[in-house]
């Protein structure tokens, strides 16, 4: 079982209104593996995200994540979707909305136990915000509000992170900071890592393998090959050129940094 | 005034409604819910006349429909293009027009009709009284059992979804106890105020406190004072029952807006 793939997709096809919004993706991953997913606007991205996660039916395929159809019951995928900034007056601190993520480890019944706590304050301590705790959420910057948001997904699983579009809205520094801190992640706790991204440039610079999309695949590999092939500037629709070294030039800033 | 058997009785179901309100409101609040309150409180009159022509309880009638309707309007809302607002008002207006056809056809109209519509708890009964404890404690026990995740879904519905929250269910539990909550209020207030009292104590909490624990305990205090003053001030002022508690419910917002205008600290 160790050798399996974390997630498989095989032909997977979703619908939605009677029309085929995915078409016949299939792919694979790795334990310890960071895939990102990029494509055009429209392209299926996110809906692809939520059949991962069990969120919408599919129409045709077969998805499996640690060797089991997607679904809420299983403890193990992390999920932090694209959303706007937490409302200011939501009445929630940063350690109520980490601890949402134990929640499913807990009966109706139950109330958070000493080891749930334990994990939200580690949670916290990963990514950095656990002076802020007792913050309340909807006071905090948005680079911390989506630190947060990372630590809940931790709280929920530690083998696989599910993000969508986890970068949306920061400015570069920030972004940086958010990918800098998921690769010391996934190199501590040996994570994998699905992410939605329109930021190609910044996902080809972080992630081990990029699949496109829009609607149906159009090329998965490693993010150099992806980003140079004809199949990329196909599903884009658009002629655009990397400048040389630009993704190196990436890295070297996140380094210095 | 704690002499009389009437007012005592009025002032326990006068605390009993204000705790239940201010606990649901705390949601009604978060979540918006406030104009679907307001479709339900309304179509209760549908409810209590439907009892009052079957010759069984109007409350138990006005509880069943009330129910009816919540599930309803979510149901339609969902299935059809309609925004949510006019799916509401339909129904709130469609079920109020029942009821006053119903009254209509019975004698004694506008007395029952009044009760119903402002709130007679001045003619409380004791068993009156123990259905009402009864109710109130049901709502709150659910309220309790379900309160984390029904938080967790206030605060992202597609999380809580995705990390296996029984997310449908939960949100038609939570219009379930909202109908609920409504029909205890009118008995106390009337179907036209009881969404004050859903509304009105838990936005005043937000004023106050920036965290669930203090706004919860803030919003079932003050829809409990609410309902003490207000009745204390009918009492010796000889008023309307039901209007002075929402009048006096309304003064406590307007007095926090004014000392809160930053919010909370």
Known sequence: MSGDPVVRLAGVSVERQGRRVLEDISFSLDAGHFLGVVGPNGAGKTTLLRAMLGLVPIAAGRIEVFGRPPGGASPEVGYVPQRHAVAASFPATVRDVVMMGRLRRLGWLERPRAADRESVARSLARVGMQDRAERPIGRLSGGEQRRVMLAQALCASQRLLVLDEPTIGLDLPAEQAFYALLRSLKEELGLTVIAVSHDLVALAAEADELVCINRSMHVHGNPEDVVHSHALREAYSCEFNFLAGEIAHHERIGRER | ?265
């Open chain 2, 1 to 265: 005034m704690i002499e009389f058997a009437f007012m005592q009785r009025a002032l326990a179901a006068a605390v009993l409604v204000g705790v239940v309100c201010g606990a649901l409101g705390f949601f009604v609040v978060l979540r918006r819910l406030a104009f679907i309150g307001v479709g339900i409180s309304h179509s209760a009159i549908g409810g209590v006349a439907i009892g009052v022509v079957a010759g069984v309880s109007p409350l138990l009638t006005a509880a069943v429909f009330a129910i009816a309707v919540a599930l309803g309007i979510a149901a339609v809302g969902r299935r059809s293009a309609l925004s949510e607002d006019a799916v509401i008002g339909v129904f709130f207006s469609g079920s109020m027009a029942l009821g006053v056809v119903l009254f209509s056809l019975q004698r004694g109209y506008q007395q029952d009709l009044f009760g119903y519509l402002f709130g007679d708890v001045l003619a409380i009964s004791g068993r009156e009284l123990a259905t009402l404890a009864a109710a109130t404690a049901l709502v709150l026990i659910a309220l309790a059992f379900a309160f984390r995740r029904l938080f967790f879904i206030a605060f992202d519905e597609e999380i809580a979804q995705a990390y296996g929250q029984p997310v449908g269910l939960l949100n038609t539990a939570l219009l379930v106890l909202l109908a609920l909550t409504i029909v205890i209020g009118v008995r106390l207030v009337g179907a036209i105020l009881v969404e004050a009292l859903l509304v009105i104590p838990a936005a005043c909490a937000a004023l106050w406190a920036s965290g669930w624990r203090a706004q919860l305990v803030l919003a079932t205090g003050l829809g409990a004072a609410s309902g003490v003053l207000g009745l204390a001030l009918a009492y010796w002022l000889n008023l309307a029952a039901g209007a002075s508690i929402v009048l006096v419910s309304a003064g406590l917002f307007f007095a926090s807006l004014a000392l809160r205008r930053g919010g909370p600290a």
